[in-house]
């Protein structure tokens, strides 16, 4: 009997500065740059969301976090397949942010969040961190 294959988990980090800017970050693709999104990956087999958050934040933009708290998961569709996504209200321990695995990298104010383009269900999270009355 073959294995049912586990649907993939795919985390994010809102990283807060103290200053409460939030670093967002744009992925270069073979067709060029495309929406903006909050720093993360996909969960290896066998890692939690947790570890997997903390894991993506330093190896793709160069900053260790703090979890503050975590989002429920949340089953979305992208790129044609179905995916788990897991954001994190983090923030920022160490760490410069840099592209290591992006074409770019901005700290924001949340209030700025909605003049950036992002993908769904990402626009969600934007939306609700540009609505919380903070910077």
Known sequence: ?????????????????????????????????????????????????????????????????EIHVGQPPLRVE??????????????LQTGEACAEDYAEVRWVAKAQLCEYDFEHPTCDVVQWLGSSGQQ
């Open 78 to 91: 992208r790129d044609g397949r179905d995916v788990e996504y897991r954001f994190f209200l983090c923030g």
């Open 1 to 65: 009997m073959p294995l049912e294959r586990k649907i993939p988990i795919v985390v994010a980090a809102v990283i807060e500065r103290q200053d409460g800017f939030v670093l967002i970050c744009r992925p270069e693709t073979e067709d060029g740059p495309r929406h903006w999104e909050f720093p993360g990956g996909e969960a290896r087999q066998g890692e939690s969301p947790e570890k997997a958050v903390r894991r993506t934040a330093s190896e793709r933009a160069g900053v260790h976090v």
